[in-house]
């Protein structure tokens, strides 16, 4: 039995099997979801997956004509959610400490500038072949104003620009980041407080705090879910999930944070740097 749930834990479920399959996805929908360079999906047949709390803060999204994802309505964490056709249902990989490696990358033509794909598993362009799931299309993004990196959520109810630079880019490892992101990791970029102005939807913005945390909140939108920067005024600076945007910042990730944290499933398969909790200013 593998246990996982939400950030704030109002949503929880159990695993009764190994999953039959695991993928890193870097489609740009799952990028916007989970606020990351890739979300790590589980396939069970639909009876191994079972919801034990919760199930009336779960909010639908159809991102696709042959996918609805699920969310957390309080915190925003992806949760699992069954196919269209019900014969398998997913869970994100990254609201559990334990459970198997990830078998392959898929959709890695999608891949965002700012992430370079390294280790030895398996590319995929799209499916696997042998999965016999459908192929899915992304349309360019047309060019945006110079000067400017835009950034938007799954539904589109959420535009945010990026006026300055940004800067300390780093993969958290931390559990909270895990639980929010429903990921291995998130991918988060600092930013002046002035620097990123959200110019549609900032009405579908939707915060949560955890309780015993000093700052740790986690925004999205309320509508998709998908992870949006977080604005603190008071210290003067942004917080910038990288999955979110739509042209390329011009940054690569600097190293890892929090890797004593790390699910225990993850390999981290680069050279970047490492550091047990806190990176360095």
């Known amino acids: 039995m593998n246990k996982g749930r939400c950030l704030c834990g109002s949503v929880t479920w159990e695993l009764d099997a190994e999953p039959y399959q695991a993928f890193n996805c870097h489609c740009r929908m799952c990028r916007k979801a989970h606020g990351g360079p890739f979300g790590t ?76 794909i390294t280790g030895d598993l398996p590319r995929h362009d799209d499916y696997p072949a042998y999965t016999g799931y459908p192929r899915v299309e992304e349309e360019p993004m047309p ?19 990026l006026d300055a630079p940004l800067t ?11 639980l929010a992101r429903a990921a291995p990791f998130a991918t988060d970029g600092i930013a002046p407080s002035d620097g990123v102005r959200f110019v549609r939807g900032e009405t579908h913005l939707k915060r949560y705090k955890v309780p015993d945390a000093l700052h740790f909140t986690q925004v999205f939108c309320e509508v998709c879910g998908s992870k949006m920067p977080r604005v603190d005024s008071a210290r003067g600076f942004a917080i910038v999930p990288l999955g979110i945007l739509d042209d390329d910042p011009g940054v690569k990730v600097q190293g890892h944070m929090f890797v004593d944290y790390k699910a225990h499933w993850y390999e981290i398969p680069d050279d970047l740097p490492r550091y047990p909790e806190y990176a360095p200013d």
């Open 41 to 116: 999906y589980w396939f069970f047949t639909a009876d191994q997956i079972r919801v034990t709390g919760g199930a009336d803060n779960i909010v639908p999204y159809r991102s696709s004509s042959f996918l609805q994802r699920q969310f957390c309505g309080v915190c925003g964490s992806v949760v699992p959610y069954p196919s269209d056709a019900g014969d398998h249902a997913v869970a994100p990989g990254g609201c559990h400490d334990r459970g198997r490696k990830s078998d392959c990358n898929i959709f890695v033509t999608h891949n965002a500038p700012w992430y370079e």
């Open 143 to 161: 060019e945006g104003p110079e000067g400017i990196v835009r950034g938007s959520c799954l539904c589109g109810a959420i535009e945010v620009h």
């Open 168 to 178: 300390w880019v780093y993969n958290c490892h931390c559990r909270r980041c895990r």
